[in-house]
T-cell receptor, first 107, second 114 residues
Framework: KNEVEQSPQNLTAQEGEFITINCSYSVGISALHWLQQHPGGGIVSLFMLSSGKKKHGRLIATINIQEKHSSLHITASHPRDSAVYICAVSNTDKLIFGTGTRLQVFP | DSGVTQTPKHLITATGQRVTLRCSPRSGDLSVYWYQQSLDQGLQFLIQYYNGEERAKGNILERFSAQQFPDLHSELNLSSLELGDSALYFC?????????????FGPGTRLTVL
């Protein structure tokens, strides 16, 4: 079993829909990161959080430390949100990555 | 643009060869991380340097080595290359030494071993 699990693996949506991507982990962490990987391969850090909730524009990330679970929400999704979203946890000195969620948003 | 640069963008080589990938961190960042992203394994942490010293080691093969130079740029050396080493190699940098510090990723080097 992977130490970081994401669901769903693939997600398609119509423009404007509300999107939720989930991440569960089984190890102790000091922080959880949400990353976005564009079709060209580049990786951008979206959020880093250790408790509660963070919001940036149309993106919201939450974490429940007790349940070892985090969610990434995208409100009013847009085709430019199409990308792979990767959850990663900081465990001791390293990041452990989930396998990613591929999101496609159609106009 | 993250401010992290990686060269080359693409590299095609043959089995048994040796290659060097280069990374320049964001100005002021002292940590450099190397990651491998392959189709079957996803993203995996290889190694981290902080201010010239090795700080953490992940799933890095013995055929691979890295170093960070006084000007803080880093090189990842891959030797005796195998077909399975074909992957995207990313470096990332951060200001602090801990994995929970925000990391900024370079554009990656795509390595193809034929």
């Amino acid at each position: 079993k992977n130490e970081v699990e994401q669901s769903p693996q693939n997600l398609t949506a119509q423009e404007g829909e509300f999107i939720t991507i989930n991440c569960s982990y089984s190890v102790g962490i000091s922080a959880l990161h949400w990353l976005q990987q564009h079709p060209g391969g580049g990786i951008v850090s979206l959020f880093m959080l250790s408790s509660g909730k963070k919001k940036h524009g149309r993106l919201i990330a939450t974490i429940n430390i007790q349940e070892k679970h985090s969610s990434l929400h995208i409100t009013a999704s847009h085709p430019r949100d199409s990308a792979v979203y990767i959850c990663a946890v900081s465990n001791t000195d390293k990041l452990i990555f989930g396998t990613g969620t591929r999101l496609q948003v159609f106009p | 643009d993250s401010g992290v640069t990686q060269t080359p963008k693409h590299l095609i080589t043959a089995t048994g060869q040796r290659v060097t990938l280069r990374c320049s961190p964001r100005s002021g960042d002292l940590s450099v991380y190397w990651y491998q992203q392959s189709l079957d394994q996803g993203l995996q942490f290889l190694i981290q340097y902080y201010n010239g010293e090795e700080r953490a080691k992940g799933n890095i093969l013995e055929r691979f080595s890295a170093q960070q130079f006084p000007d803080l740029h880093s090189e990842l050396n891959l030797s005796s290359l195998e077909l399975g080493d074909s992957a995207l190699y990313f470096c990332a940098s951060s200001a602090g030494p801990n994995s929970y510090n925000e990391q900024f990723f370079g554009p990656g080097t795509r390595l193809t071993v034929l």
